[in-house]
Nanobody, 125 residues
Framework: QVQLVESGGGLVQAGGSLRLSCAAS????????MGWFRQAPGKEREFVAA????????YYAESVKGRFTISRDNAKNTVYLQMNSLKPEDTAVYYC??????????????????WGQGTQVTVSS
């Protein structure tokens, strides 16, 4: 069993930055792929970024490439999403997810086994 707890959401003006954290507990996350997704009101949950923990390979949705950075801290068993140059269209609930197989290019919701409770990010114009 894996528990994921997100933090770091909030209200920020357009152009600002936030850093989201996702602490994993229950098992070491080193064999996983960790992903961030987001869901805006009335829309489907969409892929944002993911990182293959063991080798650090990261990949991003086109809409956030160059603005968001995903990283991990082995000692803290935590994955981060640094979000810069935020736009109003980034407003959503952001979810952390874990895929226990640890593969690459995990961009679909059904690729992931465990989910956090979500954290709200609101970007004002």
């Amino acid at each position: 069993q894996v528990q994921l707890v997100e933090s770091g959401g909030g209200l920020v003006q357009a152009g600002g930055s936030l850093r989201l954290s996702c602490a994993a507990s229950g098992r070491s996350a080193r064999g996983y792929t960790m992903g961030w997704f987001r869901q805006a009101p009335g829309k489907e949950r969409e892929f944002v970024a993911a990182i293959r923990w063991s080798i650090g390979t990261a990949y991003y949705a086109e809409s956030v490439k160059g603005r968001f950075t995903i990283s991990r801290d082995n000692a803290k068993n935590t994955v981060y999403l640094q979000m810069n140059s935020l736009k109003p269209e980034d407003t959503a609930v952001y979810y952390c997810a874990a895929d226990l197989t640890g593969g690459t290019m995990k961009t679909r919701v059904n690729h992931y086994d465990y989910w956090g409770q979500g954290t709200q990010v609101t970007v004002s114009s």
